[in-house]
Nanobody, 120 residues
Framework: VQLQASGGGLVQTGGSLGLSCAAS????????MNWYRQAPGKERELVAR???????NYADFVKGRFTISRDTAKNTVYLQMNSLKPEDTAVYYC???????????????WGQGTQVTVSS
C-alpha cells in the first residue's frame, strides 16, 4: 500500500489543522489506518487509529481535541486537529496495517511524514 500524507503546517496555539492520507495500491488489504507522530528526540507514538470496521481509538493526550475519520470511497483517512498545543509539534505519519508479522503484530506500511508546528 502506498500512502500520501498532506496538510501539515504552522499554526498558533489553540488553532486547528487538518491532515489527509490517501492510500493506493492493495487497499483491500488494509485492516486499519493510523496516525502517528514523532517529535525531535522522542519515539514515534500513536495518535489515533481507525479500523476497517470504523472503530476509532485515540491516545489520551489528544482525546477531545483530535478526530480521525475516513472516506472509504476515496481510500483516504483524515485527522482533524483542534485546540492545538505546542507539545503537538511533531512530524505526523500515516500508517496502514496490512496483516501481521511473524510476531503477530500488525505490519504497517508508512507514508511520508508531514510537519505540524504549533507556535506558542
Amino acid at each position: 500500500v502506498q500512502l500520501q500524507a498532506s496538510g501539515g503546517g504552522l499554526v498558533q496555539t489553540g488553532g486547528s489543522l487538518g491532515l489527509s492520507c490517501a492510500a493506493s495500491g492493495s487497499t483491500f488489504s488494509i485492516d486499519a489506518m493510523n496516525w502517528y507522530r514523532q517529535a525531535p528526540g522522542k519515539e514515534r507514538e500513536l495518535v489515533a487509529r481507525i479500523t476497517s470496521g470504523g472503530r476509532k481509538n485515540y491516545a489520551d493526550f489528544v482525546k477531545g481535541r483530535f478526530t480521525i475519520s475516513r472516506d472509504t470511497a476515496k481510500n483516504t483517512v483524515y485527522l482533524q486537529m483542534n485546540s492545538l498545543k505546542p507539545e503537538d509539534t511533531a512530524v505526523y505519519y500515516c500508517g496502514a496495517e496490512v496483516g501481521l508479522d511473524y510476531d503477530g503484530r500488525p505490519y504497517v506500511d508508512w507514508g511520508q511524514g508531514t510537519q505540524v508546528t504549533v507556535s506558542s
